[in-house]
């Protein structure tokens, strides 16, 4: 990782070799822009999410290809690296990609139950915020870090207030913004404080600065650490900044609630592991101590707090909580030193929980999108009796709530498992143990919709129940998370080696 | 001559009184103009630390620069989502915003 200095021009085809799949998301979401700008009010706007749709697999197909450009060719770089591009941002690009291309599909059903919507600016939005992910996940620079933060953040607050007229949507959006903006400003006023000490906003020389004035300026770094730290634990639903979530899953469309639930976490993930691994690496020792408490107090809150839920989706929310917890023991065992190997093993733990939460969270958003239209609420009620009405959906939701829950052959357990094993490499006990425990208080609150489901009567012995019926789009998106799932579970070693094969900072 | 620290304690004390209002006012504009003075807050920081700094460097300016823009895109989307929460509610005070809890 060299730096030039001087100026130097960059061309197209520089922008393009390093940021492709970017690119091609950018002047897709314009195009769809221009596009219903210039088209007249009667023509259809149906076409947006399908050419949405398309952006993204071609996307997914150039980062795929991106991975063979860092094996040939090392790792890329654009203007100093202010932009990296390496097998850790591909991985996590991946995941974004993924998780976009399952939220669109799971919005074509979101638009025709709901013709009010928005639909081209539904699916631009939903292309820039992802843009604003992969740029997070690249970012090697704190002012592109923040910009890609800010693009996904402004887009998920506008995505949420997108239903129209409804007062939970825009009541989500408003407490999402307010506690969203104010998280940006700690960022900003800790990535100041990070600036002045080192006079550098690139992560890797401010974090060699770092380690050369950690014993006189240390007060200030640590503000700025932790300044930085309560902005990003806001960003990724930590927990004493985690009330936004719940309420703000609630008021948003069962499509952008998966987005959120997982695009945004993941960049947020993406852009704290990047940030401490190259800021803080030698002064992690110290340090991860209070990512610790965080990831203990938000692995207890998150799973106590959901007992008490009755609608579907704050439970949901809280467990999406939980799972921010458990994602960041990785990253805390790093406390017990940086080497190569350690960092290898917490990116591939991370990664594999992350993949395995992808394919759960968007199947059971899926299920539960056809549930609650079918019963007019959001209660766990609504569930009551689903095995009668569709086997299909009953077994799929179970195993997507089973797999959050860690039961084995599932992808949660084996996600659960080795993050498990990792704290207990590292000597992080405790934090073992308590993963352990509230994984098990978690296996109550599931099972309270499982009981739903199974035992639950809707209606008097001999009479017909209603069959419960599934859109196609729904329907893939149930069975691919659920291939993805069971998959995750009962093959982990094949993508365990794919990770064990990555160039990840090249 | 202004000494750095001036400027630094102007920072935080404007961080400070963003907060504060941020956390405590009743109407969401008064709000979103406080998290707008936390955000100024920053960008004071990152100003005097590009001019006075250890390490003084153009970097803290640009960024202030890139700073400013979003928070002004931030701030008009933020009035965008109180119109529209305004339409729905006929109330932009922050203490009527309790339709969904716990």
């Known amino acids: 990782m060299n730096l030039t200095t001087g100026f130097t021009t960059i061309t197209f085809s520089d922008v393009w070799h390093v940021m492709a799949p970017e690119l091609i998301m950018i002047l897709a979401g314009f195009a769809i822009l221009l596009f219903?700008?210039?088209?007249?009010?009667?023509?259809?706007?149906?076409?947006?999410?399908?050419l949405g749709?398309?952006?993204?697999?071609?996307?997914?197909?150039?980062?795929?290809?991106?991975?063979?450009?860092?094996?040939?060719?090392?790792?890329?770089?654009?203007?100093?690296?202010l932009y990296v591009l390496d097998d850790y941002g591909n991985v996590f690009k991946l995941i974004f990609l993924f998780g976009t291309l399952f939220t669109l599909i799971?919005?074509?059903?979101?638009?025709?139950?709901?013709?009010?919507?928005?639909?081209?600016?539904?699916?631009?939005?939903?292309?820039?915020?992802?843009?604003?992910?992969?740029?997070?996940?690249?970012?090697?620079?704190l002012i592109t870090l923040f910009v890609g933060l800010e693009i996904l953040s402004i887009s998920s607050y506008i995505l949420v207030a997108m239903r129209k007229g409804n007062s939970k949507a825009t009541e989500g959006a408003m407490k999402y913004l307010v506690i969203g903006s104010i998280a940006s400003a700690f960022v900003l006023y800790g990535m100041s404080f990070i600036y002045g000490i080192t006079g550098q906003t690139n992560i890797a020389l401010g974090g060699q600065?770092?380690?050369?004035?950690?014993?006189?300026?240390?007060?200030?770094?640590?503000?700025?650490?932790?300044?930085?730290l309560v902005g990003f634990g806001v960003k990724i639903s930590l927990v004493p900044f985690h009330q936004w979530a719940p309420d703000t899953y609630e008021g948003a469309a069962n499509p952008i609630t998966s987005f959120l639930a997982v695009v945004s976490k993941a960049a947020g993930f993406a852009l704290i592991i990047r940030t401490f691994i190259w800021g803080f690496a030698r002064e992690f020792g110290e340090l991860y101590i209070y990512l610790a408490i965080f990831a203990a107090l938000t692995m207890i809150v998150g799973n106590v707090a959901a007992l008490a839920q009755k609608n579907i989706k704050r439970l949901l929310?809280?467990?999406?909580?939980?799972?921010?917890?458990?994602?960041?023991?990785?990253?805390?065992?790093?406390?017990?030193?940086?080497?190569?190997?350690?960092?290898w093993l917490a990116l591939g733990e991370t990664v594999f929980y992350l993949a395995g939460y992808l394919f759960m969270t968007m199947g059971a958003f899926a299920v539960l999108t056809a549930v609650t239209r079918e019963a007019g609420n959001e209660t766990i009620d609504a569930f009551r009796g689903l095995y009668k009405r569709s086997p299909f959906q009953a077994v799929a939701m179970s195993v997507f709530l089973l797999s959050m829950a860690g039961m084995p052959i599932t992808a949660g357990f084996f996600g659960k498992f080795y993050i498990f094993l990792g704290a207990i490499n590292t000597g992080l006990y405790w934090l073992a143990a308590l993963l352990f425990v509230t994984s098990a208080i978690a296996f109550y609150y599931y099972f309270g919709v499982l009981k739903a489901i199974f035992a639950g009567e809707t209606s008097e012995e001999g009479t017909a129940v209603p069959k419960l019926g599934l859109p196609w789009s729904l329907n893939l998106i149930v069975w691919i998370g659920l291939i993805g799932t069971v998959g995750l579970g009962v093959f982990p070693n094949l993508f365990l080696d794919v990770l064990n094969g990555l160039h990840w900072f090249g | 001559m202004l000494s750095v620290e001036q400027f630094l304690t102007l920072a935080a004390i404007l961080f400070c009184i963003g907060l504060y209002g941020a956390l405590t006012k009743r109407n969401i504009i008064i709000v979103l103009v406080s998290i707008e003075l936390m955000l100024n807050a920053a960008n004071i920081n990152l100003l005097t630390f590009a001019r006075f700094g250890l390490v003084p460097a153009i970097n803290g300016q640009v960024f202030t620069l890139f700073a400013m823009t979003i928070a002004a895109a931030e701030l008009a989307v933020g009035l965008a989502i109180l119109i529209a929460l305004y339409r729905n509610r006929n109330t932009s005070d922050v203490r009527d915003q309790d339709l969904m809890k716990w």
Do not use: C
């Open chain 1, 36 to 50: 219903d700008l210039f088209v007249s009010k009667g023509t259809s706007r149906r076409l947006s999410p399908w």
């Open chain 1, 53 to 81: 749709v398309v952006t993204v697999i071609v996307a997914i197909v150039l980062v795929i290809r991106n991975f063979g450009v860092v094996a040939a060719e090392g790792p890329g770089q654009l203007s100093n690296m």
């Open chain 1, 106 to 141: 799971m919005s074509i059903d979101f638009f025709k139950k709901n013709p009010l919507v928005a639909v081209p600016e539904y699916t631009y939005l939903l292309l820039f915020g992802t843009v604003g992910a992969m740029t997070m996940a690249s970012a090697f620079d």
């Open chain 1, 209 to 228: 600065m770092i380690a050369q004035m950690w014993m006189e300026m240390q007060p200030v770094l640590l503000l700025g650490f932790l300044l930085m």
């Open chain 1, 317 to 343: 929310a809280y467990s999406s909580v939980a799972q921010a917890g458990y994602l960041l023991i990785p990253l805390v065992t790093l406390g017990k030193g940086t080497n190569e190997h350690n960092i």
